[in-house]
């Protein structure tokens, strides 16, 4: 099925509308191709700084025009919504938002981008369509605007896309969409001026004991959100704490490994501006981020030190800490300088509580999918996301290496 071949496109901004022809279907893996009608970009003053978002509505792909001359591809298959090709302005990531965070998005979502300043398009691309990823069903944040959401793709620099989601029922759910479906596109933007060229960030100290307890790992280098360039005029103000730290939950991104360490401050600014802006979020969900080549970031902002209640694990956002390495591990291999990292930033994190990295520990449950809420539940210490949660986060590829993680950081920690 080859739904997007030949699309109308709509230049946003623009006064006209012109022709953007997609290229026939590449197989996996295979390179991208120049479309046959090539679109420039729509003339628009430069990128703002520090992002920016463009929100498309998803449609009925039956009532798409085609191309006049265009190649006449089969007619999409019933059900399937999609937004056409569409030259916009710049942006790196996307996303899907609904209506209504409780309702899930039953259905297999992909986009192809075009490349600025290349004109090539990419293969149709994945998004993981549930974003697991969420505040706690009573927590304080739940009563703004938090909307459902895919898991965020980067993308890299693009000036034009199309996207199609198609139905996939089950005997659980009709082959249904939620309301209010819309394609999110974000541009990261670049680290505000006063931030570019200056190194921000909290230097590694040696291990100390503390009043908590005997056993405490090394703080590593963390790159502060000045670092990466946060704009805190666009999350909600103020901080949300909750008590001990007594868990950390690992986490991947789901946004791809198509993505170089100096890309990663631009990577972690897009998925908090689509957490907050598309999704409704007080501020980004995780507490810490970790890179490809090992560098940890500040997630949500309240002090690296302190219990910083986060939106990673829902229904065990209490009392626990989140990890969130940025990729995709379902089938890919984590770096071992990540590996390392989460390893290091645990051993600091929890032995700031006296918590034993390699133990289990004992966390009530705010309700999710797999622990009704008021479950008492055992869990390592040290945890993957789908512990707390029935998804495949952190990816199996990441997910096995957390025993050795454990054992790593509790070794730095002295025991």
Request: a positive charge.
């Amino acid at each position: 099925m080859r739904p997007f071949l030949a699309l109308l496109a709509i230049t946003l901004g623009a006064a006209g509308t012109a022709a953007l022809t997609l290229p026939p279907d590449a197989p996996a893996g295979a390179a991208a191709t120049r479309p046959a009608h090539h679109l420039a970009p729509p003339a628009e003053p430069p990128r703002a700084t520090p992002g920016s978002t463009q929100s498309l509505p998803v449609a009925d792909a039956g009532h798409t025009a085609a191309v006049p001359g265009a190649d006449r591809a089969a007619p999409p298959a019933p059900g399937v919504r999609g937004v056409p090709a569409h030259a916009v302005r710049p942006f790196s990531l996307v996303g899907v938002v609904w209506d209504d965070a409780a309702t899930e998005l039953h259905g297999r979502v992909q986009v192809r981008t075009r490349a600025t300043g290349t004109g090539n398009w990419s293969t149709w691309q994945d998004v993981q369509a549930h974003n697991d990823d969420q505040p706690d069903l009573d927590s304080p944040e739940r009563q703004g605007r938090v909307r459902g959401s895919s898991a965020p793709l980067w993308v890299g620099d693009s000036d034009a896309v199309a996207m199609r989601v198609i139905p996939q029922a089950d005997d659980r759910a009709p082959a249904t969409f939620p309301g209010g479906l819309r394609l999110e596109l974000v541009d990261p933007g670049a680290a505000p001026q006063a931030e570019r060229g200056v190194q921000h960030d909290l230097p590694a100290t040696q291990a100390r004991r503390t009043p908590a307890g005997p056993f405490t790992g090394p703080r590593p280098r963390i790159v502060t959100r000045a670092g990466w360039g946060a704009d805190e005029k666009i999350r909600q103000p103020g901080y949300g704490y909750t008590g001990t730290v007594r868990a950390a939950f690992v986490h991947h991104s789901a946004t791809g490994n198509n993505y170089t360490c100096a890309q990663a401050p631009s990577v972690i600014r897009a998925m908090y501006r689509y957490h907050v802006k598309s999704s409704g979020w007080r501020d980004i969900g995780y507490n810490f981020l970790v890179d490809k080549c090992g560098t940890v970031y500040e997630g949500r902002a309240g002090g690296v030190d302190k219990p910083v209640m986060g939106a990673h694990t829902l229904g065990f956002n209490t009392d626990s800490t989140g990890i969130a390495v940025l990729g995709t591990f379902t089938g890919t291999e984590p770096p071992e300088a990540a590996l390392d990292a989460v390893a290091g930033l645990t051993a600091w994190k929890l032995g700031l509580n006296g918590i034993n990295p390699a133990a289990t520990t004992q966390l009530r449950s705010g309700g999710g999918n797999r622990f009704k809420k008021g479950a008492t539940v055992q869990l390592n210490v040290i945890s993957g996301h789908r512990d707390g949660f029935r998804t495949e986060c952190p990816g199996a590829r990441l997910y096995a290496k957390l025993g050795a993680a454990r054992t790593a950081a509790a070794r730095l920690q002295g025991r």
